[in-house]
């Protein structure tokens, strides 16, 4: 039986999953590996403990289904955006990754912004220069740790760095690289004019691939490692998101996403390059070969539920764990039984700084309203109800920017459950809908694995072969009017707490 594998390196964890041609499961395994944070606001992860949680998820899965690795057609890599990898001349991780979620490089990214030109860098790279975005990384490491910056060699993003322990190869592709700052995202190849202003010599780089190209194949001691068999292909795949986009059926115009994981993104596929001159959403080449997407990214989506389970939600946890489900199901289901709006109380989830659509990595997070009456339950729902907000801002940009969608998909771990796709279509104000398998950034690498082996001829032709779709939540309209006050309001905070965010950051 052919099968292909899809690899995500996750924030929190690495998924592997193994598929059969029709887009069933037929093992997954997951690990998880600590995030640092040194300082207030940074985010950093060993990339060794991604390569190891790699080597586990692949031998677990071909174990699990029983599967002869020669039945392996092609491999797939999905993972986090914009980290920073740096490498010695021998292939030796030289420092930390600096991650997607990391603020520290607001100086750097004035510098880039002020030496390349604002409307130049966007009409190039199609963004502005973020903290986020692995440039500005780049540039920090060359001020604060000269002397590691004089050693690198070789400049990877995470995925890529599981691509070079998989094949030897040095390379990336184009959805994953369009968040760099470094990319001529219109033209799809990295930019002579950027890197020449930025002094960044390109050779350290990786060769730069479509999403289904063949980027290279498992050598003998990659094999011996994961179990896999020594030639299988590897696929160049894509940054998670456009991964989650093949995973779901976003592959044509007027089709679009939310996922809810770590971060919170809205996702829409186009056909042409479309650029908000804000550079309050952003503009990457597609996994599809030929199109674009545009791109929404708030930083603590999930991760501002996963921050209250484990700083509040103690006895819901151990609960859970007692009944054996999710202690997420019994903190949405209280959650429930607070009213629209959470008796008064707003909450700002912005725990790392926040970039769709304020651009400000001295942001930070607040509860505003906060009264003695409030319970857990509120403040539960409060959180829902901030990091819904959140993505309604982001798509309002979209509307504006006239980037048409039809079609609203949902993944990633907030889609799992019912109550916050119900609440994400109240307040979006139309139909939220699901794929059968959840498995979103793991598919996706895995059909772009496909076309690459020559199972399919075309990523559609591999999306109309194994997604299936759940019906979809309709938007309450009732619902979406007791919102949409609270929407308003909180829409104005951000604006009203911009100085003070600041000033508390340079204290």
Not at 217 to 224: L, R
Request: a negative charge; hydrophobic letters at 40%; proline letters at 5%.
């Amino acid at each position: 039986m052919d099968c292909i594998l899809g690899i995500d390196l996750g924030t929190s964890g690495t998924k592997t999953v193994l598929f059969d041609t029709k887009g069933i499961t037929l093992a997954s395994h997951t690990v998880e590996y600590p995030l640092y944070q040194p300082n207030n606001g940074w985010a950093e992860q060993d990339p060794e403990d991604w390569w190891q949680a790699v080597k586990e998820t692949v031998r677990a899965v071909l174990q699990t289904a029983g599967i002869d690795a020669n039945s392996v057609r092609g491999v797939g890599l999905s993972g986090q955006m914009h980290g920073l990898v740096m490498l010695d001349g021998y292939g030796n991780v030289l420092r930390r990754a600096i991650l997607w979620c990391d603020g520290r490089t607001q100086k750097q990214c004035d510098e880039i912004t002020k030496t390349v030109g604002r409307e130049k860098l966007i009409a190039i790279t199609a963004n502005p220069a973020l903290p986020g975005f692995t440039a500005g990384k780049i540039l920090w490491v060359r001020e604060q740790e000269p002397e590691i910056y004089e050693k690198c060699r070789h400049i990877l993003l995470p995925k890529d760095f599981i691509r070079y322990k998989l094949t030897g190869e040095f390379a990336t592709e184009v959805s994953d690289a369009s968040g760099m700052n470094l990319l001529d995202v219109p033209n799809r190849r990295w930019s002579g004019e950027v890197l020449s202003a930025l002094d960044i010599d390109p050779a350290v780089l990786g060769t730069m691939y479509e999403s289904v190209d063949v980027t290279g194949t498992v050598t003998k001691s990659a094999a011996e490692a994961t179990g896999l068999a020594a030639g299988t292909p590897v696929v160049g795949g894509a940054g998670d998101n456009a991964a989650a986009a093949i995973g779901t059926g976003v592959v044509e115009t007027g089709r679009a996403f939310t996922t809810i994981g770590t971060s919170g993104v809205i996702f829409a596929h186009s056909d042409k390059v479309t650029i908000d001159p804000r550079g309050r959403v952003h503009s990457f080449c597609s996994a599809v070969p030929g199109a674009w997407t545009v791109m929404s990214c708030t930083l603590a989506a999930g991760l501002s539920l996963q921050w209250f389970r484990n700083n509040f939600c103690g006895a819901e946890k151990e609960t859970a764990a007692g009944m054996g489900i999710d202690p997420y199901e019994l903190m949405t289901a209280a959650a429930a039984k607070s009213p629209v709006g959470a008796n008064r109380l707003i909450y700002l989830p912005y725990l790392m700084g926040e970039r769709s659509p304020l651009l400000d990595s001295d942001a930070r997070g607040a509860f505003l309203g906060l009264s003695a009456m409030h319970t857990k339950r509120d403040l539960t729902r409060a959180v829902l109800e901030g990091v819904t907000y959140s993505q309604r801002q982001c798509l309002d940009v979209f509307r504006e920017m006239g980037v048409p969608i039809g079609q609203m998909m949902a993944c990633g771990g907030g889609a799992a459950s019912p109550f916050w796709r119900q609440m994400l279509a109240d307040v979006y104000g139309c139909p939220v809908q699901t794929v059968t398998s959840r498995e979103g950034p793991a598919l996706g690498a895995a059909i772009l694995a496909g076309v690459g082996a020559g199972i399919w001829k075309s990523v559609g032709e591999g999306c109309e072969a194994v997604i299936r779709l759940n019906s979809a939540q309709e938007p309450d309209i009732a619902a979406g009017a007791a919102y949409e006050p609270f929407y308003r309001l909180y829409c104005s905070l951000y604006p009203a707490l911009a100085q003070p965010f600041h000033t508390l950051a340079a204290l």
